[in-house]
Each structure stands twice: as C-alpha cells, then as structure tokens.
C-alpha cells in the first residue's frame, strides 16, 4: 500500500504586477470529501518580489500527509496595496474556507459522495469567483483570479515519474515538483501578474496492513511493520544522517535514531515511540514550525523555528552540505546564516533578524 505526501514547495513569479510584488494568499485542500483547514501564507507581513534574482520562494510546507485519494486544491493570491495585511489574510481565509463548503455541499447534492471528484473543481472554481466578487474584493487590493487542480488517486501515485526541476536563469534557487497552479491577474492599471504555485507530491510506501498498523507505543525489542513505519518516518525527518535499515527490528540503531529525533523535537528522550513523538512524526513536527514564526535568532537560539531556518538555509544554499535539522543554532548554523548573508550582501552579524528571515522566505 502507498500513502502520499503533499508539499508546497514554493512561488514563482513569473511576471510582477509592479515594480516590486507584495503578496499574500491561501492554499485549500479537500482530501476526498474533507476539507482541511485553509493554509495563510506567508506566516507573517507579505512575500516581496523584486530584483530580478528574487523569483523564487521556497516553502517546503506539509499539506497533506496519509492514504492516497481524490485530493482537490485550490489557491488565493493577493497583491497587498493598504491595510492592516493580518485582517485582510483573514478575510481571504474565511472566504475561501466559505467557498469550499459551498462547493462540497453543491457536488454532494448533484452527484452524490461516491462519484469521481474532478466535477467538483468546476464547483469549487465557480464558489471562489463569487467570494472573490462579493468578499475578497472589498479588502481593496488586487486579487489574481482564484485557481483549482485536481490530483486523482493514480496521478498522486504515478508522481515520481513526473516530478521536475524548476530553474530560472535569474534566481541561483530551484524547486522540485510534480504539479503546478498557476494564478494570473490584472491591477487596475491594466498590468499583468502571473504566478506559479508549486507543489511536490511524494509517495511512501508502507506496509500491505498499513492502514491496521496505526501508531503503537515502540521501544528497543519492538519488532514488526509498526517498527518499519518508525524507521520510513525516521528516515524522512532526519535525512542528514545515514538512513536506518528498514527491517522492522527497533535495535540499538534504532533506539539511538529515536533519541536524536525526540532531542530535535524537543520531546521526552526517552527511546520511547508514544503519542508525543508519533504525533510529531505523522505532522506535528511541521505544525510547530509554522507556528513558530520569524523571531530574532543567533548563536545559542533552539527550537522549532531554527529549524525552520534551518531548512530554509538548506533550501538557499545548496551548494554546501545539508545542515542538520535539529533545532539548535550552533557554531555550524551561525557560519550558514553568515554565508547566506554575505551572499545576498547583508549585514553580515549572524543574526537572523527581519532583514534575513525577508530575505530567506523570498
């Protein structure tokens, strides 16, 4: 059996509306008949695109993770002009929440829960036009016309043969990804906007009685497909040590790998696989970054959002080896942020204040 992945991994802009873009906007999944709470981006203020070398932005943010199926998704982009930015991202949020359950509750009706879902886009595409018309409009900003996908069960499950690489000649940054929405739009001086929205389907594999295994509490002598679940997740969640052998027996190795994550995490070490870690494991881990924030960071900060900018520095400087995950921001992590800062000619003080955390979420 095969469960999936879903990752935004980033925004392309393709073509500015003006001579620097401040944006922000949604993303909606409904999985099968269920829809999931509406994602705002960025977590705070706009996402600015400039200079021609700042094209990309990298998110790296966890929609959706579980059994293949149906999954519908939809997205809002708004060019940010007045205002107080939180409410209006609010505002979208809610009519966008409002649009999918109006779409659900009219494909429902029509066709009945168990039909194939494409015709739902059609509804959910026509529900975001009224929103936009009659909701998201009166914030007084540009908004680009609301867009939809839908990725059948057997397209999630063909993605890595369709993944891609996405390079510009003028952003040193790239994205993978299987699947793309693109919003377009016009301001009322007539210019155009076009942006990408990337999305990256992962597929993992699991074992035959995936959905009976669940997530029972593990610790050394544990054996079976709950251990070869353990051991997938581990493998996904810290990638920059050595991969543990998928064998289904929770040894020394394993034990050891448990530790290091729970450490990252900032959880209970004790080897032990309960709720707490299992709950970070399966999305929890992702949650608590994106909640994290933008805070000041430097030498001696820990937590989620150093890890969060973490992978983000991952993500910007690919060219020199991967930084552990891990939380802590240490001699290894200060020296990342100083580099990035000097190449994007910062102040170059390893400290992560507004100015790189702007510069890191481009």
Not at 318 to 344: K, M, N, S, Y
């Amino acid at each position: 059996m095969t469960d999936v992945r879903v990752v935004w991994t980033g925004l392309e802009c393709r073509i500015r509306q003006e001579k620097e873009d401040e944006i922000y906007g949604t993303i909606q999944l409904i999985t099968g008949m269920d829809p999931q709470p509406v994602v705002k981006f960025p977590d705070s203020g706009t996402l600015e695109f400039g200079p021609p070398n700042e094209r990309i932005f990298s998110a790296q943010r966890l929609l959706y993770s579980g059994p293949a199926q149906d999954i519908s998704v939809s997205a809002t982009l708004v060019e940010y002009d007045s205002g107080d930015v939180e409410k209006e991202k609010q505002v979208v949020s809610d009519a966008v929440a409002e649009a999918a359950t109006t779409a659900l509750a009219a494909f429902t009706d029509g066709a009945g829960a168990g039909a194939a879902a494409e015709p739902l886009i059609d509804l959910l595409s026509g529900a975001l036009v009224d929103v936009v018309a009659d909701d998201i409009l009166g914030i007084g900003n540009d908004v680009y016309n609301p867009s939809a996908a839908f990725l059948p069960k057997d397209r999630l499950l063909d993605a890595d043969t369709r993944r891609k690489t996405l390079q510009r000649p003028d952003d040193p940054r790239t994205l993978q990804f299987t699947d793309v929405i693109v919003l377009s739009g016009t301001d009322d001086a007539g210019d155009p906007g076009v942006y990408g929205l990337y999305l990256d389907v992962q597929p993992v594999a699991v074992a035959p009685s995936g959905d009976a295994i669940g997530t029972p509490t593990l610790s050394t002598g544990a054996r079976g497909p709950a251990v070869e679940k353990l051991q997938r997740l581990l493998n996904a969640h810290v990638p920059d040590l050595p991969s543990l052998a998928v064998d289904g027996v929770f040894g020394p190795v394993t034990d050891g790998r448990v530790r290091e994550y729970q450490r990252r995490v900032e959880v209970v070490v004790d080897g032990v696989v309960g709720p707490q870690t299992w709950g970070m494991l399966t999305g929890g881990e992702q949650a608590q970054e994106a909640a994290a924030g933008t805070p000041v960071l430097k030498s001696g900060s820990h937590g989620p959002a150093v890890r969060k900018l973490q992978r983000l520095l991952n993500g910007h400087v690919p060219d020199l080896h991967r930084l552990a995950v891990d939380g802590v921001f240490g001699p290894v992590t200060d020296g990342r942020v100083r580099e990035f800062q000097r190449r994007l000619a910062l102040t170059v003080d390893g400290v992560v204040g507004p100015q790189t955390w702007g510069a890191l979420t481009h």
